[in-house]
Structure formats: C-alpha cells, structure tokens
C-alpha cells in the first residue's frame, strides 16, 4: 500500500497519517511514512521523542548530500535528473513504535513546475519510495497542491484527500482528483474530518461520490488534547483510532 495523504492545511491530514502508520505497524507489517510538509510534525503525531526529533534534519536542507548526488554546485549548473536514492530510506530515517520515520521536507523557492536540484532530489526519492513493493509507504504531503503540479508524487496508488464538511475542502478534493489524473494516479478517496453529527455526514455524502468516500472521523476533544500533550492520537483516543482501524480496512481493498 502506498499512498498520499493531502488536503487543505488544518483539515487533519496528519492525524490520519500517523494513526494510518501506527495501526499498520502494530500488524507487524514494514510502514515507512514520509514526512513532505515544510512545517513537519509528522514525528509528533507518531509519538517520538522531542530529542529523536530534533536531531532530524529534511532532507531538502542536506544541501552537501543534494550536491554529491545530483551534481549541482556552486561551480555547475548542470545536474543529473536520476540521482542515487536508493539507500537514503534506510540510513537517514528514525525508528520508532514500529514506524519508519522519513523526514523529506519541501522545496521552500520557486513555484509550481519547479525544476532544480532539490526538487529532483525529493521527486526522485517519493517515486522510489512508490516502488518499494512490501513496505507501507504513507506519505503525508504539504498543504495545498504545489506538489501535484510540480509531480512530486507520481506512481502512488492512491491519493486520499482529508477533508472537513464545508465547500473549500470540497472544492480540494474535486482539483486533486483532477490533477491526480494528470499524473496517472486513477484512485482519489476522501476522508472526512471533525465531523460533528448526522448533517455533517450527510453534507459530506451529498458531495463526494460514494465509491471515493473512506468514511468519517468525528470531531474528538481527546485528539486535541494529544496534540496538547506532544503525544501520538493513536496513544490518546481509542475512539477515533478505531474510526481510522474502519477507514484502514476500506482503504486497502
């Protein structure tokens, strides 16, 4: 299974990204999540230590390791589009509750159909990631759709957009779906977030199609009082890990 989570930012993409690997992890199954947001706090959510956290660098800022494998520098502008990238899962990841930790980051300059040796560097190293046949690759993606248009996400098998019941989120997912396709990936499922009752749910299942629809976690005072305490929502609130144990199961068939 290897997917994309994305979404508006605040909707909870990383809430469901972590408690995703942490039910996949506890099967005793190889789960490797990517962390691709420039505000990453992918590691929290999964529930590892501050001081494990904080000795991890993205890799979009290992400017001498971008260098040595794409070629760049100061002295050459020219660089290879097929960088080695094969070993960096394994030597520059954390491990920790059965999780794999990648923290990947972004390519904070330039724009949409940014080309430079960041970029190839994280485009080369996600695609790879796709590939990887046995593991669990859960990639939790920046906020908004730069990556999409820059393609930094090819070869999943699926996108799932996290949304909140209102019409932006809504309007989210209808651009991902079609960007998605654009990029080969035939497969974009929902799921929404904070939903607070019965007329939240059915807003939702007015708006998405059923056959994309994952299902709901409903608004918890417990995932935010993880959040609060720099713990792991799978840890805190039985309540919505089960609603994610649900989605998990449907996701993967």
């Known amino acids: 299974m290897k997917i994309a989570i994305t979404g508006k930012g605040g909707v909870g993409k990383t809430t469901f990204a972590a408690t995703l690997a942490r039910l996949c992890a506890a099967e005793g199954r190889t789960v490797l999540a990517a962390d691709v947001d420039p505000d990453a706090n992918l590691g929290l959510a999964l529930g590892f230590p501050e001081e494990i956290l904080d000795s991890?660098?993205?890799?979009?800022?290992?400017?001498?390791?971008?260098?040595e494998r794409t070629g760049a520098g100061a002295d050459n502008t020219f660089y290879t589009l097929n960088p080695k990238v094969d070993d960096i899962p394994d030597t520059y990841s954390k491990t920790y509750n059965g999780v794999k930790l990648l923290t990947l980051g972004t390519v904070e300059t330039g724009g949409g159909g940014c080309v430079c040796p960041e970029h190839v560097m994280l485009k080369?190293?996600?695609?790879?990631?796709s590939l990887r046949s046995k593991d669990v690759v859960?990639?939790?993606?920046?906020a908004g759709l730069e990556h999409?248009?820059?393609?930094t996400c090819e070869g999943v098998d699926q996108f799932v957009v996290v949304i909140e019941p209102g019409a932006r989120s809504v309007q989210t997912y209808k651009n991902v779906k079609r960007l998605a396709m654009d990029l080969g990936v035939k497969r974009v499922r929902v799921v929404a977030n904070k939903v607070r009752g019965p007329e939240d749910e059915d807003f939702v299942r007015s708006k998405i199609p059923a056959e994309d629809l994952l299902g709901f976690i409903h608004y918890n005072t417990d995932v935010i009082d993880a959040d609060r305490q720099g713990k792991s929502p799978y840890d805190i609130s039985r309540e919505a890990t089960e609603e994610i144990?649900?989605?998990?199961?449907?996701?993967e068939k």
Do not use: A, C, F, V
């Not at 660098?57 to 260098?67: A, D, F, V, W």
């Not at 080369?124 to 990631?129: G, K, Q, S, V």
């Not at 144990?245 to 996701?251: A, G, P, S, V, Y």
């Open 148 to 151: 999409l248009g820059r393609g």
């Open 124 to 129: 080369r190293i996600l695609n790879y990631l």
């Open 138 to 142: 859960i990639m939790d993606m920046e």
């Open 245 to 251: 144990r649900k989605i998990k199961e449907l996701l």
């Open 56 to 67: 991890i660098i993205p890799i979009s800022r290992m400017r001498k390791l971008i260098e």
